[in-house]
């Protein structure tokens, strides 16, 4: 027996070692922050289940953003919520369309910030589903030149980069080749490769308007009880040209994200999905747990699995505490 020779305590005595030899870490480096943006002025409409979160026209937005970039927060995710919705998803690609109305204005405000596109179709679509809808089911190759459309308006607007999220087959090739004919194969790809039909985005589909109008989204987002099937696909993403690869979500899925960081050499991305975000809340709020312990504790099990960047509700708190120690 090692004991009493070998004492692992010995390193945990105080802080100061504990500093020294801790293996992960978090930095204000790592976060994304997903806003939402409507149409209109002066508008910052809160979002019952996600506290603190809100949807902002782009005015508040733009002000939040320079917050943002206060705390060092280097990147944000924008979703749009349109005025109209129809079964083309004509708000999504057009050129004065919410995200690109605000993505124009942050980047002539506030250029320094980078600004990720979600390309989806969810939010535009009157039926609420991520693609062109035949019949009950979702047409994956009519959905492909819809999205490549999108990420090229947004690329166009001043996108930094564009998140295809959808999980349509082979839409990251589809995106790659529109923005290379254009002349924006400069902006990368950070694909939802790995995205799951999970019941944590209740939240999210409140604050992005976004819930299907029937049947769900089991057909394209994954099984949550598959992790080869996620290899594959970030394999096929990776084939295609994705620049960052992503798991979503984060918390229930960290076996996922510490596969993919063993596979792949591309940064990996996690998504901390509106349905984490809203259970720390609420359990702080009824005083069940230390909200800011668990956040920061909660972010570094991500980071620690093997995320390099990490979208999350939680970055400006996080920024925050991270900026005061």
């Known amino acids: 027996m090692l004991f009493p020779d070998y004492r692992p305590r010995r390193l945990r005595r105080n802080e100061s070692f504990r500093r020294m030899i801790r293996e992960t870490s978090l930095s204000v480096d790592n976060l994304i922050y997903p806003m939402f943006v409507v149409f209109g002025k002066g508008i910052r409409r809160p979002i019952a289940s996600m506290p603190g979160i809100f949807q902002l026209s782009i005015d508040e937005l733009i002000q939040e953003a320079r917050e943002i970039l206060s705390l060092g927060i280097p990147a944000i995710m924008l979703f749009g919520i349109p005025d109209k919705k129809d079964k083309k998803a004509t708000g999504a690609y057009d050129s004065d369309g919410i995200i690109q109305r605000a993505m124009k204005g942050l980047k002539d405000k506030i250029p320094e910030l980078m600004v990720i596109g ?23 190759d009519a959905t492909l030149e819809l999205l490549a459309r999108t990420a090229l308006s947004q690329a166009k607007a001043g996108a930094d980069m564009v998140a295809p999220s959808d999980m349509m087959d082979g839409r990251v090739a589809e995106i790659r080749q529109a923005l290379d004919e254009n002349g924006f194969e400069q902006t990368p790809i950070m694909a939802y490769s790995a995205k799951y039909a999970s019941a944590f985005y209740g939240p999210f589909r409140e604050a992005a308007e976004s819930a299907p109008k029937f049947g769900d989204r089991k057909s394209y987002q994954m099984d949550p009880a ?58 702080a709020k009824q005083g069940w747990l230390d909200e800011n312990k668990v956040m920061m504790e909660s972010l570094l099990s991500i980071r620690r699995a093997g995320a390099d960047l990490i979208l999350t509700y939680f970055a400006k708190q996080a920024a925050a505490l991270l900026k005061a120690a």
């Open 118 to 140: 979600d390309v989806c179709l969810c939010e535009y679509m009157s039926h609420g589903h991520c693609g062109i809808v035949q019949g009950n089911d979702v047409d994956n």
């Open 226 to 283: 598959n992790i080869r099937e996620a290899i594959r696909e970030v394999t096929l993403d990776v084939e295609e040209g994705a620049d960052i690869i992503m798991v979503k979500p984060a918390l229930p899925y960290l076996d996922v994200i510490c596969r993919v960081r063993e596979e792949f050499d591309l940064p990996v991305a996690a998504y901390n999905v509106s349905g984490e975000y809203a259970m720390i809340k609420a359990a």
